[in-house]
């Protein structure tokens, strides 16, 4: 049976390979262990994170002290990169997921260098503003769709994000629990729990090994009415 890892546009690989070299002069490789926290909300951060393997997951604390996720972050993304051009403090915090390899770099050494290079500047700025567009849609999305839209939503984000395409559907590549999905949509487990039954019963997502795989990924986006914005706007 064939599968196929759905592939889209990401600022590491939209660089030329001469450039992707010059960037990665500027950096510092490291391997971090899952569970390490890169910078936290409110921090000044001085580093900026280009993902090379392993998941980063972007959270911030609501004012009643819960945990809501925002991004999860994979290779060939960056992280950290709302503090550049600013001194604002960041407004979320940085966990690595899995074991993850990182280029580390010195703010005001990137800053230096999209000043310097015409190319990884207008790159990182192509993809900051689809980073930037997609937040916005997710938020649209929890705001206006209510809890069954923003869950439908987050999972077409993670088949876009994470989806290994098959003649059974789309399977997400992620393990997640309903603790986590809870998190990104800012509901209970009891909640998600009692979705993701009703969409088993429907035939329209089932489960394998701890993945949510999605066969009828139309379903969701009917309820959404949505467009047909490009697949970048519409990741995790």
Known sequence: MEKKQL????F????????QNLLLTYGLEMSVKSGTFLFYEGDYPEH?????????????????????????KQKDELVGEVGLFNEMSISVTAEVLEDASLVRFERHALEELFRENGEIAVAFMKWFARHTQSTQAKFRDLILCGKTGAFYST??????????????????????????????????????NRMLNDLKKSDIISMKDGHIILHDVQFLKDYLHCGDCPVEICTI
């Open 48 to 72: 900026v994170y280009l993902v090379r393997s392993g998941k980063v997951r972007l959270s911030k604390m609501t004012s009643d002290g819960k945990e809501f996720s925002v991004h999860l």
């Open 155 to 192: 999972l077409i984000r993670f088949s876009n994000s994470y989806g290994i395409t098959s003649e059974d559907g789309t399977l997400i590549n992620v393990q997640l629990t309903n603790q986590d999905i809870a998190n990104y949509i800012g509901t209970t487990r009891e909640s998600v």
């Open 12 to 19: 590491f690989n939209e660089l030329s390979e001469e450039n």
């Open 7 to 10: 592939q889209m546009k990401r």
